[in-house]
């Protein structure tokens, strides 16, 4: 019998988590002591720790739980605890271990489960001259988040490693597909392992090479061409991984459908901005736009829907001469609703090849029906068909005149859980003011991002507009302007409006592979790439807008 084992991701265990969480933290606060503590509401334990000069706190030392300070964080769930110094606080003055530390500057951040119940604290401790600034905080806070991800994944992964174990049936049918396999060793499969070994090894290679030949003196000019390499190396690596998913997935039993928690949007954005090089070398605009919420955490086969969309995309990029390719995505049931249908559209400029037309049989295809005609017309579409198929799901294409065609995909999926501090930071911009200085287009989903977070969104394409509106009293908290809006006058625009607006921090859209001059770039607070990702913009907005 073979032994099942789960890829435990990151981290072998949550001591190794938080010694890199502490490690990181050292790095970037220049506090003396820092230290992460678990708690079972009986004793303190002090699990990791790091001393810059004065040992305050030791790495396994134990107190009871109401005789430490992290008590006094747990007592109101989620929230901070800041002492200046704890000789003097109430709360902390007159405990024993403030005799022994002494007059101490006091930081604790609870890390929480997702079931709301306490795991422990992230703690600082100094000096009482010791000043903690906001973003300092930020970090804790979002260390602690990332914490207590790592303990629930932890608790699942152990729940599945005690499942895998205790199954019997489970051993049993495994062995059973071991020996079917092996029995069933067709010349096919074969060939295609031995093509896949052959391939792989030089192309690997030569991928390997890539990141050796890149340097930190490089031209723009060696760096693109090391870029081509790179993309080209990986198209051949794609299309020899769609040729064995096509075999694995026709060959009943070897492909298995997972349901684990994801970042939907996250899977959906990295997806496309795999082609982003692509796009740009044809010239072709590639729109991304998701009414989607980047802290809802979503169940589903993660790869297999980032490898679905992938093929799709390559098909219409494919297709597409000149124009644009706008991906969108909706999840319909509402936010109440455990479960959902995700809805991605592919709509490209452009109609299918001729030589693809029998591709419109896509849409009456089900489970029983041969793919030798998909084989006939692309491979990877047949690859994504089959796919949602798998996932209980449909592809359907629609021909939207003699310019446009749009894939439409429907896959089932579950809701998980929100991530608190994401929410939170929404709910902290909900109101702030924005300029938002760009064209209207559909392709760019800055403005549909930010009137979902309800930030106060005025958008004009005319500057002339936007500088009326601050006559008139408009103050915004933020201005967001795309770099190709003025036809390279961007910076001006941007150092008219910092006259106007002192204290308005602004964020500079720029397309991919675009660079911006260093002495230009100082004048922006933030750059971020089109199309927009959700989480970056998020990011951007929680640390520059008050």
């Given amino acids: 019998m073979g032994t099942v084992s789960i890829t435990r991701g990151f981290y072998e265990n949550i001591q190794e988590a938080a010694?890199?969480?502490?490690?990181?933290?050292?790095?970037?606060?220049?506090?003396?002591?820092?230290?992460?503590?678990?708690?079972?509401?009986?004793?303190?334990?002090?699990?990791?720790?790091?001393?810059?000069?004065?040992?305050?706190?030791?790495?396994?030392?134990?107190?009871?739980?109401?005789?430490?300070?992290?008590?006094?964080?747990?007592?109101?769930?989620?929230?901070?605890?800041?002492?200046?110094?704890?000789?003097?606080?109430?709360?902390?003055?007159?405990?024993d271990v403030t005799s022994g530390l002494g007059n101490r500057f006091f930081v604790g951040i609870p890390i929480m489960r997702r079931s709301g119940e306490t795991f422990g604290t992230i703690c600082l401790m100094d000096d009482p001259d010791y000043v903690i600034s906001e973003t300092d905080m930020k970090t804790l806070q979002a260390m602690a988040v990332f914490l207590g991800y790592v303990v629930d994944l932890e608790d699942t992964l152990q729940v599945q490693?005690?499942?895998?174990?205790?199954?019997?049936?489970?051993?049993?049918?495994?062995?059973?597909?071991?020996?079917?396999?092996?029995?069933?060793?067709?010349?096919?499969?074969?060939?295609?392992?031995?093509?896949?070994?052959?391939?792989?090894?030089?192309?690997?290679?030569?991928?390997?090479?890539?990141?050796?030949?890149?340097?930190?003196?490089?031209?723009?000019?060696?760096?693109?061409?090391?870029?081509?390499?790179?993309?080209?190396?990986?198209?051949?690596?794609?299309?020899?991984?769609?040729?064995?998913?096509?075999?694995?997935?026709?060959?009943?039993?070897?492909?298995?459908?997972?349901?684990?928690?994801?970042?939907?949007?996250a899977t959906i954005e990295n997806t496309v901005y795999l082609y982003a090089g692509l796009a740009l070398s044809k010239n072709i605009e590639l729109g991304l736009n998701l009414d989607l919420n980047v802290s809802q955490v979503f169940v589903g086969d993660e790869i297999k829907i980032g490898q679905l969309l992938a093929h799709v995309i390559q098909y219409a990029i494919d297709s597409?001469?000149?124009?644009?390719?706008?991906?969108?995505?909706?999840?319909?049931?509402?936010?109440?609703?455990?479960?959902g249908i995700l809805q991605l559209q592919v709509k490209y400029t452009g109609r299918m090849l001729s030589s693809d037309n029998k591709l419109r049989a896509i849409n009456n295809l089900d489970g029983n029906?041969?793919?030798?005609?998909?084989?006939?017309?692309?491979?990877?579409?047949?690859?994504?068909?089959?796919?949602?198929?798998?996932?209980?799901?449909?592809?359907?294409?629609?021909?939207?005149?003699?310019?446009?065609?749009?894939?439409?995909?429907?896959?089932?999926?579950?809701?998980h859980w929100e991530l608190p501090q994401l929410a939170n930071i929404?709910?902290?911009?909900?109101?702030?003011?924005?300029?938002?200085?760009?064209?209207?287009?559909?392709?760019?989903?800055?403005?549909?991002?930010?009137?979902?977070?309800?930030?106060?969104?005025?958008?004009t394409s005319v500057t002339t507009e936007a500088y009326d509106w601050i006559q008139d009293g408009f103050k915004p908290d933020v201005a967001v302007v795309d770099m190709g809006l003025l036809e390279g006058g961007a910076v001006d625009f941007v150092h008219k409006l910092k006259r106007l607006v002192t204290d308005s921090p602004v964020i500079v859209l720029i397309p991919y592979g675009m660079h911006i001059d260093p002495h230009e770039a100082e004048v922006f607070d933030a750059v971020l790439t089109k199309p927009v990702k959700q989480a970056d913009l998020l990011n951007a907005l929680s640390i520059i807008v008050h």
């Avoid at 890539?210 to 051949?236: A, F, K």
């Avoid at 706008?326 to 936010?335: M, N």
């Fill in 19 to 95: 010694s890199h969480i502490v490690d990181v933290l050292s790095g970037i606060l220049k506090v003396n002591t820092i230290f992460v503590a678990t708690n079972d509401g009986v004793t303190n334990v002090i699990i990791e720790a790091f001393n810059r000069e004065e040992e305050l706190i030791a790495k396994g030392s134990e107190l009871p739980f109401e005789a430490s300070y992290c008590s006094l964080v747990l007592r109101d769930k989620g929230s901070s605890l800041i002492i200046t110094d704890t000789c003097e606080h109430p709360l902390t003055k007159s405990m």
């Fill in 161 to 265: 490693e005690q499942k895998l174990n205790d199954s019997e049936q489970l051993q049993e049918q495994l062995q059973a597909e071991k020996e079917r396999a092996e029995s069933e060793a067709m010349t096919k499969t074969q060939m295609l392992s031995l093509m896949s070994h052959e391939i792989r090894n030089p192309l690997n290679g030569i991928l390997g090479l890539t990141d050796l030949m890149r340097t930190p003196d490089m031209s723009d000019e060696q760096t693109e061409y090391v870029n081509m390499i790179e993309t080209s190396g990986n198209i051949l690596l794609s299309l020899l991984n769609n040729m064995m998913s096509f075999n694995n997935v026709n060959d009943a039993g070897k492909t298995v459908v997972h349901d684990d928690p994801f970042d939907l949007v």
């Fill in 320 to 339: 597409t001469r000149t124009g644009s390719v706008l991906i969108t995505a909706t999840v319909d049931g509402g936010d109440a609703e455990d479960e």
């Fill in 369 to 415: 029906i041969s793919t030798q005609k998909l084989v006939g017309t692309n491979l990877g579409l047949a690859v994504s068909q089959n796919l949602a198929i798998l996932m209980n799901g449909r592809i359907q294409v629609h021909g939207m005149g003699d310019k446009e065609t749009e894939f439409e995909i429907c896959l089932p999926l579950r809701r």
């Fill in 426 to 459: 929404q709910h902290r911009l909900k109101g702030k003011k924005v300029l938002l200085a760009k064209d209207p287009d559909i392709l760019q989903g800055a403005s549909s991002l930010m009137r979902r977070w309800e930030m106060d969104v005025h958008m």
